[in-house]
């Protein structure tokens, strides 16, 4: 196999190298973050680091960027205290991908990319109305990473909107898939996923076995 050491990579072109690592680490989810600022401005931004922290009490993280280079999501969950994300389809993934781009803070993200902000009562940040699955988060913690200067959010759970069409196994298994949401690799290409199999809770000494998916 072919060995590449820290020395070769840090000799490399600077996009060169951060599409390698990036890539390295597999497919990722693809997730538009919603929020919005104290003059009521709603900022959208595409975020592929979303992780899942814990079930009970439903806990979800994300890595934010330096604030030098990505300061507008954080400082409005700061501020708002509440965020959304919001699943990305092939079909509007040309205009989730925009929202990368760094705009202004007073600008409204949703209308330069061409996607609809959508709320629900009681709340007050903005959801993506063509995202087939979404959900509301609460802000609970925000630890500094000092290696990198990039942030780990991590966010509760607190509602979850989505689209009918939506498979909800017995098990209470999403088949993502199945809704057409899309994961990333790198930092600029998407994908569409298929199922493999689902397996068993896996015990020492039992062979696993195939579960299905359908209800």
């Not at 040309?94 to 609809?116: C, I, M």
């Not at 790198?186 to 199999?197: I, M, S």
């Amino acid at each position: 196999m072919q060995q590449f050491t820290p020395a070769e990579w840090q000799s490399w072109e600077r996009f060169y190298r951060a599409n390698f690592i990036n890539s390295l680490t597999g497919f990722k989810s693809a997730s538009l973050i919603g929020t919005i600022n104290a003059q009521g401005v709603p900022n959208l931004g595409m975020f592929s680091s979303i992780v899942h922290i814990g079930s009970d009490p439903a806990l979800i993280g994300y890595i934010n960027r330096p604030l030098a280079a990505a300061p507008h999501t954080l400082a409005n969950i700061k501020a708002n205290g509440f965020y959304t994300v919001n699943h990305i389809h092939a079909s509007f993934v040309e205009k989730a991908h925009q929202t990368s781009a760094k705009y202004p803070d007073e600008v409204n993200e949703f209308r330069e990319v061409g996607l609809t902000e959508e709320y629900i009562d009681g709340v007050n940040v903005p959801f993506v109305k063509e995202s087939p699955i979404k959900y509301l988060l609460s802000l609970k913690e925000i630890v500094p990473i000092t290696l990198n200067a990039t942030f780990l959010v991590i966010g509760q759970l607190e509602q979850v909107l989505i689209t009918p069409s939506l498979q909800t196994t017995a098990d209470g298994f999403l088949e993502l898939d199945q809704i057409g949401s899309i994961c990333s690799n790198g930092l600029d290409a998407y994908y569409t996923t298929e199922l493999v199999d689902r397996y068993d809770y896996a015990r020492p000494g039992v062979p696993v076995q195939k579960i299905t998916t359908k209800k």
